[in-house]
């Protein structure tokens, strides 16, 4: 018996030994240019993203040795445009990297998933043309008022605060803006976070989500957070199962305003999905509940950010708060979405906003075909994993001159290179689904702040320390706000 227990571990061993020998000297792999330690061990990039430094991390790297560098023994960051267009164009073969999979915990199949995770893409196909007929610029018209309404109200409560207590944390706000308009577009009502301006289980909930699924996957920590309640994080299946209940709740309130009517006042953004009458429905209440908990999660604090660097950004430019606010001043009383968007400096500003500060900077890693591919005349080997990421291409100075100063002007006359290189939602068929409610949140955020706003200057605990990225795939300040007050 022990013999044989010998002889089982040493077989494991030479297995493990092999597999790792087999990686680290691949003959395709090694003229790949990176860190030597990186070679032999994936601790430097696990390092990184355990501090929230991924994307700063490779991004450095990029900077060092190029467009392609070896991160880890198997994975080989991208950020040369045309490799990366190969990488994420439809039909191509490179599939979604097992990571996304892993994201999700307690995933027994397909319908356990919502489409961030999908690797097929025949499935993840079927729920964007969904999304493209609730999501898209025509159907979200509905949904214009809702987002004047809430975006109003942000502002109102930032005006508050700093009238009473001297500062307002604008991140907190416009977080609970966000959240609110998921809410309205997912569920029928809000959740009622700037009625109430308390932060909810479901805020918390939100925060712990993002930050286990950067570090549950990288270190294997799943099975261990799902049973074991960890400091300043709390039980992960009791929160799954409270994400859960939000996401049946969605099902329940969508099926709820389409037995109420069918016109737009009615609709929910999951109205083509679901079935009130017992009908066959195009996808499963499972389906539509993990798709609503994607939601809320993609939905809230990347608007949220967003918007709070820009008007970091602004802030920090005295001449372009100056040139946007004369521009905003010829706005009506109450402009809509058709009027913002023929702004023309807003849409720059939005624009070299999203361009440095991208809300989903970290890498998009995608499994090579088996086959293999040739990428920038580097031959890949079958199934490694190359991983493109927003903050790299868009600080590319190629593209982009001085690309680390924020230049709104830029876009005045905008090439080809800065359009190819401009992707932070995404730049393939796999784009993000919600970028046209994210777009509509920050042209009227942005309007309606800088309008009713006008003498606010970034408070002292704004600073470079404060405002450093914290990256567990979004972003967000690394001290948690973002303070303003009046000049």
């Known amino acids: 018996m022990d013999r044989l227990y010998s002889a089982s571990c040493w077989f494991v061993v ?75 164009r439809s039909g191509t073969g490179f599939l979604k990297a097992d990571w996304y999979v892993e994201t999700h915990p307690t995933m027994k199949s397909e319908d356990d998933l919502c489409l961030f995770q999908v690797q097929n893409p025949r499935t993840a196909a079927e729920r964007r043309k969904l999304y493209h007929r609730s999501g898209s610029r025509l159907a979200l018209k509905a949904w214009e008022p809702q987002v004047r309404q809430y975006t109003e109200a942000a502002v109102a409560r930032i005006k508050g605060d700093i009238q009473t207590t001297g500062y307002a944390d604008i991140y907190k706000w416009f977080t609970f803006m966000a ?30 989500i993002m930050m286990l ?32 209940e939000e996401g049946y709740r969605a099902v329940a309130a969508t099926k709820d305003s389409l037995s109420k009517g069918s016109s ?37 604090d990347t608007s949220a950010a967003g918007i709070a660097y820009m008007i970091y950004a602004v802030l920090g430019h005295p001449d372009v708060k100056k040139r946007l606010q004369d521009e905003l001043a010829t706005c009506s009383p109450s402009p809509g979405w058709d009027e913002l968007e023929g702004k023309q400096y807003l849409n720059w500003v939005i624009d070299e906003g999203l361009r440095l500060y991208p809300p989903a900077p970290s890498s998009l890693p995608r499994k090579v075909p088996d086959k293999g591919a040739v990428l920038g005349g580097y031959k890949l080997p079958g199934r490694c994993v190359v991983s493109t990421q927003a903050l790299t291409i868009q600080r590319d100075p190629v593209a982009f001159p001085n690309p680390e100063e924020f ?27 919600g970028q046209h409610l994210a777009r509509l949140e920050l042209l009227f955020a942005i309007q309606t702040f800088f309008h ?36």
């Not at 950067?214 to 300043?232: H, I, R, T």
């Not at 499972?286 to 809230?300: K, R």
């Open 452 to 487: 009713e706003c006008p003498d606010v200057v970034m408070a002292k605990s704004a600073d470079e320390k404060c405002m450093e990225r914290l990256d567990f795939f979004t972003a967000k300040p690394r001290g948690g706000k973002v303070e303003v007050t009046n000049a």
């Open 264 to 300: 737009s006042s009615h609709q929910t953004l999951f109205s083509k999905m679901v079935s009130e009458d017992g009908s066959e429905a195009p996808f499963s209440d499972a389906v539509v509940a993990n798709e609503a908990i994607g939601d809320i999660v993609a939905g809230s």
């Open 213 to 244: 699924t950067g570090l549950g996957v990288e270190f294997n920590l799943w099975l261990f957070v799902k049973y074991f309640p960890v400091p300043g994080i709390g039980n992960l299946k009791k929160i799954l199962a409270r994400m859960q």
């Open 407 to 433: 230049v709104p002007e830029r876009w005045e006359n905008a090439t080809p290179e800065m359009r190819d290189h401009f992707v932070p939602f995404g730049g393939s068929m796999r784009s993000c689904v």
């Open 14 to 88: 030479i297995v493990f030994l092999y597999r790792w020998v087999r990686i680290t000297f691949h003959p395709e792999l090694r003229h790949v240019p990176g860190p030597f330690l990186n070679r032999f061990s994936r601790l430097p990039l696990k390092y990184a993203i355990c501090t929230g430094h991924r994307a700063d991390y490779i991004h450095a790297l990029h900077q060092r040795y190029g467009h392609f560098v070896r991160i880890a023994p198997n994975e080989v960051a991208v950020s040369e445009i045309q490799a990366v267009k190969a990488i994420h």
């Open 179 to 208: 959240t609110d308009l998921i809410g309205v577009v997912a569920f029928g009502e809000p959740f009622g976070l700037l009625r109430t301006g308390a932060a909810t289980t479901l805020n918390h909930d939100l925060e712990k």
